[in-house]
């Protein structure tokens, strides 16, 4: 049952901060109930970004060069984005998704999976680009995600901000879907040289935890989905993000 639940999750990890899409309500009884919810929510998204908002200093950000982000690449299992100085090991006996796998996941229709270079044009035009997505036999799997929020939500978002917005959706999305979250937190931390929010969200026997950093103003998510305790692999993924 659980393996049931966790391979269902690997879609639901798709529910980053800023552009959550799984927060529908398939029963018709609930559809009332289920558009108030959503009308709250989005108050307490502009709510949520309202706070600590500086204009003045979003202009000053905005006059700031901006960063060409290309597609990262993997060696063995070692991936590496030049482009925004990053790296990390994918965990030995986890099998990665080939691009064209990671579009299905998504929901990608055809025309644009035969698309060249879909992935970086992603990031473009869509504000989130899935650089890695690798899963293993016991149904765990970790995901390396890059946001440009101010082309996915129209706005620019600090880190702090959007782990709120994360831990918030995640908790929505799963209730949503009947799923009981336990537990949520987000703390600050380090990972060698990157400034994180780990976001942390336990439900139904399996947990999600993401460390997200902010890269001359992309948001890079480290995700992981597992069940009981944290295996030693997802540690070791975690433990290997690093600043180069």
């Known amino acids: 049952m659980k393996k049931k639940v966790i391979t269902c999750m690997l879609a639901l990890t798709m529910v980053f901060a800023l552009t959550a899409c799984g927060n529908e309500n398939n029963n018709d009884n609930d559809t009332k109930e289920t558009s108030k919810t959503e009308q709250q929510e989005e108050k307490d998204d502009e709510e949520v970004v309202d706070e600590d908002f500086d204009e003045e200093e979003l202009d000053e950000d905005s006059e700031e060069e901006t960063v060409t982000v290309e597609q990262g ?104 879907n009947g799923i009981e979250v336990e537990a949520s937190s987000i703390t600050e931390e380090n990972k060698n040289g990157l400034d994180c929010q780990r976001v942390y969200v336990t439900f139904a026997g399996v947990t999600q935890e993401y460390y997200i950093t902010e890269i001359d103003g992309y948001m890079v998510s480290f995700a992981a989905t597992y069940t009981e305790t944290e295996p030693e692999s997802i540690q070791q993924f975690f433990d290997s993000i690093t600043a180069i």
């Open 73 to 176: 690449t993997v060696d063995g299992n070692v991936y590496t984005n030049e482009s925004l100085g990053i790296q990390a090991t994918i965990p030995e006996g986890f099998v990665l998704y080939t691009d064209e796998q990671i579009q299905e996941v998504l929901g990608v229709g055809t025309e644009m999976m035969e698309a060249a270079d879909y992935d970086v044009d992603a990031l473009e035009e869509g504000g989130t680009l899935y650089e890695v997505m690798a899963s293993a036999a016991d149904g765990s799997n970790v995901q390396i995600v890059i946001e440009n929020t101010e082309v996915s939500a129209g706005m620019k978002v600090s880190v702090e901000q959007y782990a709120k917005i994360l831990e918030k959706n995640l908790k929505t999305t799963y209730e949503a």
